[in-house]
T-cell receptor
Framework: DAGVTQSPTHLIKTRGQQVTLRCSPK?????VSWYQQALGQGPQFIFQ???????QRGNFPDRFSGHQFPNYSSELNVNALLLGDSALYLC?????????????FGPGTRLTVT | RKEVEQDPGPFNVPEGATVAFNCTYS??????FFWYRQDCRKEPKLLMS???SGNEDGRFTAQLNRASQYISLLIRDSKLSDSATYLC??????????FGQGTTLQVKP
C-alpha cells in the first residue's frame, strides 16, 4: 500500500519564478492538504482540497494556488517566488468520511529560493 | 498568542527516563487532538490521537484536559530512538490541522 508521495524532492528556484509541486495521496484517501514548514517551526496550513475544490485556506497570499485532479492527486503552485518562500512543503492526505481527521504526510519538497 | 503553544526544549534525558511534554491550545472549539513525531529533515508521522479519557500506546500516554485546554504526552523508559521533535496538533473540526512549534527530545546513552 503506497503512502503519500511528493515530487520533486528538492527544488532550487530564483526569486520571481513560479513553481509547481505535486502530491499523490495514500490509497483510499480523497482529501489533500498542503502545509509550509519553515526551519524550526511547525507546519503551517496553506489549503485543503476535496472533490477537486479548495475547501479551506490558511493565511497565505493568492500567489499560492492549487488544484486537485479526479484521481485525487494535487498540485501546489507558487507564483512570483520570494526568498521567504524557502521552506519544506508538505502534502497530507486523509479520508473525509473517516471522521477521525487523521492526516498522513508525504516526505515533502524542499524549496530553496535564491 | 499562538493557537497551539509548546515548550520548544530541548529536553535532554538519559535512557530509561520518563519525560513529559505539555501543550496548550487557545480555541475551545477544537475537536480533535494529536501528537506527531518528526525526525530531522523528515515528514511528521502520526504518533497517536488524543482522547478525552486519555489513551496509552505502549510506552506513550496522552492526556487531554478540555477545561484547561491542555494536552500532554508522557514517554516512559525513553530509548535513544525516541530522539525527535514532538508536535502537538489540534483540529478545529474542519480538518485544518494547527501545529505547535514542536518540542525537541534528545535521549542520551
Amino acid at each position: 500500500d503506497a503512502g503519500v508521495t511528493q515530487s520533486p524532492t528538492h527544488l532550487i528556484k530564483t526569486r520571481g519564478q513560479q513553481v509547481t509541486l505535486r502530491c499523490s495521496p495514500k490509497s483510499g484517501h480523497d482529501t489533500v492538504s498542503w502545509y509550509q514548514q519553515a526551519l524550526g517551526q511547525g507546519p503551517q496550513f496553506i489549503f485543503q482540497y476535496y472533490e477537486e475544490e479548495e475547501r479551506q485556506r490558511g493565511n497565505f497570499p493568492d500567489r499560492f494556488s492549487g488544484h486537485q485532479f479526479p484521481n485525487y492527486s494535487s498540485e501546489l503552485n507558487v507564483n512570483a517566488l520570494l526568498l521567504g518562500d524557502s521552506a519544506l512543503y508538505l502534502c497530507a492526505s486523509s479520508r473525509r468520511t473517516s471522521g477521525s481527521y487523521e492526516q498522513y504526510f508525504g516526505p515533502g519538497t524542499r524549496l530553496t529560493v535564491t | 498568542r499562538k493557537e497551539v503553544e509548546q515548550d520548544p526544549g530541548p529536553f535532554n534525558v538519559p535512557e530509561g527516563a520518563t519525560v513529559a511534554f505539555n501543550c496548550t491550545y487557545s480555541n475551545s472549539a477544537s475537536q480533535s487532538f494529536f501528537w506527531y513525531r518528526q525526525d530531522c529533515r523528515k515528514e511528521p508521522k502520526l504518533l497517536m490521537s488524543v482522547y478525552s479519557s486519555g489513551n496509552e500506546d505502549g510506552r506513550f500516554t496522552a492526556q487531554l484536559n478540555r477545561a484547561s485546554q491542555y494536552i500532554s504526552l508522557l514517554i516512559r523508559d525513553s530509548k535513544l530512538s525516541d530522539s525527535a521533535t514532538y508536535l502537538c496538533v489540534v483540529n478545529f473540526l474542519t480538518g485544518k490541522l494547527i501545529f505547535g512549534q514542536g518540542t525537541t527530545l534528545q535521549v542520551k546513552p
